[in-house]
């Protein structure tokens, strides 16, 4: 399958992107989805272990985080490995990295090492828990990471266990944070020619969404629990179930909610004590949620988003994949849009979002197929090495 030309508002900017699974790579797909060349390096013979998960015979989250960038493969543990990055390196933006702190310093990769052959360059480093302080050193992965960051003891029933969301959240926040920060660093450099190290961590990417947590708890010993699908004092906003299905409705402004009262046929509730401040429905919200509910329940979700919509109250089916690719705002929208693919012809993979209205992101293919499958193409045009020489190093096992 010929590549697509690159385009997009990064499309003149290289990544090298080391590092395996989800934070990392992730930030290396925001980076291939606006453009820029995104050169993945992976282990000879056994490539990422993205590439093997999902269901037996279905390893399409590959096919998502992999796209858009040209894999390469090379041996890190070997001199003639490093050297290969090392010569990438020196014509590169960007190199990124998710390995446990410490390990590309045992390479020789480290960013001392690295900035003396490209001052300009700017390391992303993605990890657990940072390259400083006393957990640094260990391994973190996204659910730690969503622990630590105080996101776990909130999610959920408040009489069981702490939930997961269900996905790796996690990494995905530390990936676009870590983006976030090297779009910051770009920043700087294109001002000073500086470049430096971008820190990323998964826990304090999750901290970063905590909203009031820590400050709630330091001056009103207040300490958030879980409550399943509703927010203590948020009222009405929650999960209410109609017979075909669920709809989330979320009426607690004033001005809404006085909207809500007249599509449920009942707008005295909206002068009602218990009901009429945003106060006093946190107060009453139980009872709220029931009378919502007793007017959804012999109801179709059509018929409950139609009534709300009329009136003005934001409303939203809770949508499982065969809702979003039937959904004609997602179509409008393009946030599906499909991908070439050899292996998956016609997949469809989340589009490229927030869209820019001069430069937008696409996403040119879907991650690519064989190991290594791009070695000779970047190899002998950008180090200028000759398909012999590739082939040499890839019968020592280095490529």
């Not at 998502?64 to 010569?87: D, M, S, Y």
Request: proline share 7%; charged share 25%; hydrophobic share 40%.
């Amino acid at each position: 399958m010929p590549t697509p030309p690159r385009t997009g508002p990064l499309r003149d900017l290289r990544v090298i992107e080391l590092g395996q699974l989800i934070a990392g790579p992730f930030c290396g797909q925001i980076f291939a989805d606006f453009g820029a060349d995104v050169i993945k390096v992976e282990p000879p013979g056994q490539g990422d272990p993205l590439r093997d998960w999902g269901r037996e015979g279905f390893p399409l989250w590959w096919s998502v985080v992999a796209r858009g960038k040209r894999c390469i493969t090379a041996n890190l543990r070997e001199a003639e490995g490093q050297e290969l990055v090392r010569r990438l390196v020196a014509e590169a933006d960007f190199l990124l990295e998710n390995f446990r702190p410490g390990t590309l310093e045992k390479w020789g990769l480290g960013y001392e090492d690295l900035r003396r052959i490209n001052p300009r360059l700017i390391m992303i480093r993605v990890s657990g828990y940072g390259q400083t302080g006393p957990y640094s050193g260990r391994a973190g992965y996204a659910s730690v990471g969503e622990a630590m960051g105080g996101l776990r003891y909130v999610m959920g029933e408040a009489d069981r266990l702490p939930s997961r969301a269900g996905i790796s959240l996690g990494d995905s926040l530390a990936g676009m944070f870590a983006a976030l920060g090297a779009l910051a660093a770009l920043h700087h450099r294109e001002k000073t020619g500086e470049g430096q190290v971008v820190d990323a961590t998964i826990y304090e990417s999750v901290l970063g969404v905590m909203e009031g947590l820590v400050p709630e708890y330091q001056f009103e010993g207040y300490i958030r629990e879980r409550t399943g699908s509703y927010l203590p004092g948020i009222a009405p906003s929650n999960i209410y179930q109609g017979t075909d299905g669920m709809v989330i409705i979320a009426a607690n402004q004033d001005t809404v909610f006085a909207r809500l009262c007249e599509a449920i046929g009942q707008p005295w509730l909206k002068d009602h004590p218990d009901y009429k401040t945003h106060t006093a429905r946190g107060r009453n919200q139980h009872e709220l949620d029931a009378i919502i509910q007793a007017w959804a329940a012999p109801r179709s979700i059509d018929e409950i988003e139609r009534v709300m919509t009329e009136q003005g109250v934001p409303i939203g089916k809770v949508y499982r994949a065969p809702e979003m690719l039937a959904d004609p705002h997602y179509e409008a929208r393009e946030s599906l849009v499909e991908v070439p693919s050899q292996r998956w012809p016609g997949i469809r993979q989340q589009g490229v979002f927030p869209k820019l209205s001069a430069t937008p992101g696409r996403p040119r293919w879907a991650g690519p197929e064989a190991i290594g499958q791009h070695t000779e193409e970047v190899l002998t045009e950008l180090l200028d090495l000759t398909p012999q020489q590739v082939q040499k190093l890839r019968a020592s096992g280095i490529v």
